[in-house]
């Protein structure tokens, strides 16, 4: 026998065969255990169908939030007007879209005629200024909140500050023109000739010393011309319910201002016409039957209140 080496060849054993089924069979296993298109399809539905049911139940509640931010704004807004009368013993004029948040002034004190230049300072001499004359007098409903002025809080590069949705909150004030004799007992802040003269040239809920009866008889108030109603009707809310005579009121458009659908409806568009009645009611949000539709937040203070609060800072006698 030769001493040449021989190839040996060694067929696999059972522990072999062994592993190797087990790798097999893990595989398989592995293969089973996957999910199929159809039933990742199934899951995605299923999750769809649940955030869009969640969706649905947190759409209203983040519409109520935007409203209740927006009621918190403006009753900031009215305890800020509030504090600027404590101070100034008068109401802040509304600024308006180019007083970048500053109370905004007439220079023309004759209520018969224009406005005549936009001012923010009291500098003109017997002027609108002076008289306590606002700017926005061609239509009420567009004046802001002068929140520049009022060193409010959330101000934008505008001056303003925006509601829930966006918008700057207004603000009105009556346009009340003195029409009686002056208090001679009582020392004017200005020279006679400006209000005395020319008594029913000066408003005095924005002049200076005009809430503290410096044009009136001590016990008479001076009267507001702006209205809140429950619905819209004719002037001095014929056809509707007076709320109250406020000595001011701050407001949002809400959601739908300029928007369709739903358009403004007939209650809404009483809020952006050229006078001083506003409407105020609960919110509805139902688009039929036509006007039902409202969304607009109004705060207001009525002059009784007004003077309540000044008297009982001291402000007032």
């Known amino acids: 026998m030769s001493n040449q080496s021989k190839t040996v060849i060694q067929c696999p054993g059972k522990s072999h065969i062994a592993r190797v089924g087990k790798r097999r069979g893990l595989s398989l296993k592995i293969r089973q255990f996957g999910f199929s298109l159809i039933e990742i399809a199934l899951v995605l539905v299923i999750a769809g169908l649940a955030l869009g049911a969640g969706m649905a139940a947190l759409g209203p509640q983040l519409i109520n939030k935007k409203f209740s931010d927006t009621q918190r704004q403006l009753q900031d807004a009215s305890d800020a007007i509030v504090a600027f009368a404590m101070v100034n013993r008068r109401l802040p004029c509304p600024a308006t879209a180019t007083s970048v948040g500053r109370e905004s002034f007439c220079t023309n004190p004759n209520p018969a005629g224009g ?36 060193g409010m809080a959330g101000q934008g590069a505008n001056g303003l500050v925006i509601d829930a949705w966006a918008r700057p909150l207004r603000y009105i004030v009556p346009s009340t023109v003195n029409t009686t004799t002056n208090n001679g007992s009582i020392t004017l802040a200005i020279t006679p000739a400006t209000c005395g003269a020319n008594a029913s040239t000066c408003y005095p809920f924005t002049h200076a010393d005009g809430i503290r009866n410096r044009y009136y008889n001590p016990v008479v108030a001076p009267v507001s011309d702006v209205r809140v109603c429950d619905s819209i009707g004719a002037a001095n809310c014929a056809g509707g319910r007076q709320l109250a005579n406020p000595a001011f009121a701050v407001y949002s458009y809400a959601a739908n201002l300029n928007a369709a659908p739903p358009a403004l409806s007939v209650d809404e568009a009483a809020n952006v016409n050229n006078d001083r009645i506003l409407v105020s009611h609960p919110r509805n949000e139902a688009t039929t039957p036509v006007n039902t539709y409202f969304d607009d937040v109004v705060v207001w203070l009525t002059v009784e209140q007004l003077i309540q609060r000044m008297q009982g800072n001291g402000v007032l006698p």
């Open 115 to 150: 406005c005549g230049a936009e001012v923010f300072v009291t500098t003109t001499a017997g002027g609108g200024a002076e008289r306590g004359r606002c700017f926005v007098t061609a239509n009420p409903n567009t004046g802001f909140v002068p929140a520049a002025t009022l």
